[in-house]
C-alpha cells in the first residue's frame, strides 16, 4: 500500500501545527485595537457631548473683545455685556493725513461706533471649525497660563455723519487755485504762471472711510480725496502778445517854429520806456483775464513834460494838439507828426515916452491884441522900466504863406497894391482909419472871406469882406467894398482914396469883388 507524505515524513506535520498556532496572538491583538479605537471613539464622544454641549449657544472660553473676556457668554448676553462696558468708550479720532499735514475729528462725531451685536457674533465664531479639540486647548490653556484669544471688534459707521464731519472741516483742507498773473516793472512785461488748486472731494473721501473701516477698522491714517480746482486765469499769452505789441510801438514828434526870422527844430521820440508808463494792466471780470490799454491821462502827463523840457525853451507848446496826434497816432500802430511851436513870449521894456499905440506901432501889432495878453497892467499910465508881454507873429499869421501872392497897403498913399509872382498885378485907391480909429501897420495875412459880413458895432453891412487881422475881442479889420448903411446908403462913397473908416480898408464895389476872388486864406497882407 502506497504511503502518504505524512506517513513517509512526520517531521513535515509538525510546522503546520506551529503556523496555526501563530494566527491567534494576531487576531488577538487585532480585537484589542478595534475595542480601544471603539472605546477612544466612545469616550471622544463622550468628552464632546460632555465638554461642548455647554458651549453650544455660548462663546467659547478665554475669547476676548477689547480686554473683555466672552467665554461663556451667549451671543445676546455678550451683546448686553459689551454695550454696558463700551457705551462711552472712546473710540478715538478719525486721522486725515496727507503726509504733510494731519487733521483729526473724534469718530463720535464722524459716526463710527461699536456694533456690539456683530462683535458678539464674531466671538462666537471663534474655534467653532475645529470643534472640541479648540475647545479643550482654549479651556486647557485657560487654566495652564491665561492663553487667550483677542477678538477684532466690529464697527459700524454713519455715511451721513461722516460726511457732515468732513464738510466741516473741508475749508482747511482747502487750497486755492492761484491764477496766472501779469504786470509791467518798468518796460518790462512780468507773468507767474496759474497753479491749481484742491477741494476735499467730500463724497470720494466718505465712501473711502466707510469701506476701510468696516474691513479694516478705524486704526488707521485715511488720505484725503481731492478735487482739483481750476485756476480762473491760466495763462496769460494774449494779454502779454498784447503788450508787447504796445510797448514796441514808437511815436516820434517833429516840432518846430520860426522866431525873429530863425527857425527852431526839436525831435523827440517816444518808444518802450515811455509807451510802458501809458499802459495800465487791468483785471477782466466777464472773461477772466487781463486788459491792456491806453491811458490818456499819461499821454497828457508826458506831453506836459515834454512841454517842460529845456530844448522847448519858453515856446509856447499846444499839449491839447499834440496829445490827441499822439493818441490817435498810437491806435494806429505808432509813426510820426509834425507840431508848430508857438514863439516864446517877447517882453518890451517900457521907455520914456511909451504909449501903448507907439509899443504897438514898434512890433506892428493891434494895441488891443497886448492889451488882452497885460490885463493887471493900467496901459494909459505906463512908467518907465514896465514890463509888457508882446503877443508873438503867428497869432497873426497862423496860415501858411502863400508863396506867390500878396498885397500891401500904403497909408500914407491911400493905395492898394496886389503882386502875383512878384509882379504887380492891381494897383487901387482905398480908405483906411480915421485919425481916432486908425488902420494899424504890420505884417498880416488873409484870415477870412465873407461875401457880406455885418458891423454890429456901426450897423454896416460890408460886402466882399476879407478878414486881415484882430484888433482885439471879437473886432476883425479887414478890406472891403463900400459898406452900406441901414437905408441902403452906400458909405464914404465920395471919399476913396482919403481916411474915413473905422479901421478898415475901403475899395471900390468892382475892385473889392476883383480881389475877393483872387485871394485865398494865407495870401500875406503887408500895411505899411
Not at 139 to 157: K, M, T, Y
Not at 358 to 366: R, V
Request: proline share 7%; with cysteine.
Amino acid at each position: 500500500m502506497p504511503q502518504t507524505a505524512a506517513q513517509t515524513n512526520p517531521e513535515h506535520q509538525e510546522p503546520r501545527t506551529r503556523e496555526k498556532r501563530g494566527c491567534t496572538p494576531v487576531i488577538v491583538i487585532s480585537l484589542l485595537l478595534l475595542l480601544l479605537v471603539g472605546a477612544g471613539a466612545f469616550s471622544a464622544m463622550m468628552v464632546e457631548r460632555t465638554i461642548l454641549a455647554p458651549y453650544e449657544t455660548r462663546i467659547y472660553p478665554n475669547v476676548y473683545v477689547l480686554g473683555e473676556n466672552l467665554g461663556g457668554f451667549t451671543v445676546e448676553e455678550a451683546s448686553h455685556h459689551l454695550h454696558d462696558v463700551f457705551a462711552s468708550h472712546d473710540t478715538g479720532d478719525l486721522i486725515l493725513s496727507d503726509g504733510d499735514q494731519s487733521w483729526r475729528i473724534p469718530w463720535s462725531e464722524a459716526g463710527m461706533r461699536l456694533d456690539v451685536h456683530a462683535t458678539a457674533e464674531h466671538a462666537f465664531a471663534v474655534g467653532r471649525e475645529n470643534g472640541w479639540q479648540t475647545l479643550i486647548s482654549m479651556w486647557l490653556g485657560e487654566h495652564a497660563g491665561g492663553i487667550r484669544h483677542d477678538v477684532s471688534p466690529v464697527f459700524s459707521i454713519d455715511a451721513q455723519m461722516t460726511r457732515r464731519a468732513l464738510e466741516k472741516i473741508a475749508p482747511d483742507l482747502y487750497e486755492p487755485a492761484t491764477d496766472a498773473t501779469f504786470e509791467l516793472d518798468g518796460d518790462q512785461l512780468v507773468t507767474t504762471p496759474s497753479r491749481p488748486g484742491r477741494a476735499l472731494d467730500v463724497d470720494a473721501t466718505t465712501e473711502k472711510i466707510i469701506n476701510t473701516v468696516r474691513h479694516l477698522g478705524p486704526d488707521y491714517p485715511f488720505a484725503p480725496t481731492y478735487e482739483t480746482v481750476q485756476p480762473r486765469i491760466e495763462n496769460v499769452d494774449g494779454a502779454r502778445a498784447q503788450a508787447e505789441d504796445l510797448l514796441n510801438r514808437e511815436i516820434r514828434v517833429a516840432a518846430h517854429g520860426d522866431h525873429e526870422g530863425e527857425t527852431f527844430r526839436w525831435n523827440w521820440t517816444l518808444g518802450r520806456e515811455t509807451i510802458a508808463s501809458w499802459l495800465r494792466v487791468e483785471k477782466t471780470e466777464g472773461n477772466p483775464g487781463f486788459d491792456v490799454h491806453l491811458d490818456p491821462s499819461a499821454v497828457e502827463a508826458a506831453v506836459a513834460e515834454l512841454a517842460a523840457e529845456p530844448e522847448a525853451g519858453d515856446w509856447g507848446f499846444p499839449r491839447e494838439q499834440v496829445t490827441e496826434e499822439i493818441l490817435e497816432l498810437f491806435e494806429a500802430g505808432g509813426g510820426e507828426f509834425a507840431v508848430e511851436l508857438t514863439p516864446p513870449p517877447r517882453i518890451y521894456v517900457v521907455q520914456s515916452g511909451d504909449r501903448l499905440t507907439t509899443i504897438a506901432a514898434k512890433f506892428g501889432m493891434p494895441p488891443g491884441l497886448i492889451a488882452e495878453l497885460n490885463r493887471d497892467i493900467d496901459l494909459n499910465q505906463l512908467y518907465v522900466g514896465q514890463e509888457l508881454i508882446i503877443p508873438p507873429q503867428d497869432v497873426l499869421t497862423p496860415y501858411e504863406t502863400v508863396p506867390n501872392k500878396r498885397v500891401v497897403i500904403s497909408v500914407p498913399e491911400q493905395r492898394l497894391r496886389a503882386y502875383e509872382n512878384g509882379q504887380l498885378l492891381y494897383d487901387w485907391p482905398c480908405s483906411t482909419g480915421k485919425k481916432d480909429s486908425p488902420t494899424y501897420t504890420g505884417q498880416f495875412q488873409v484870415l477870412s472871406k465873407d461875401e457880406m459880413a455885418y458891423a454890429s458895432q456901426w450897423d454896416l453891412e460890408m460886402p466882399h469882406f476879407i478878414g486881415v487881422y484882430r484888433a482885439g475881442g471879437a473886432t476883425i479889420n479887414g478890406i472891403h467894398a463900400l459898406p452900406f448903411l441901414p437905408n441902403g446908403q452906400r458909405l464914404w462913397a465920395g471919399n476913396l482914396g482919403s481916411r474915413a473908416s473905422f479901421g478898415c480898408i475901403i475899395l471900390g464895389v468892382d475892385e473889392a469883388e476883383t480881389l475877393f476872388n483872387w485871394v485865398e486864406l494865407g495870401v500875406p497882407v503887408t500895411i505899411e
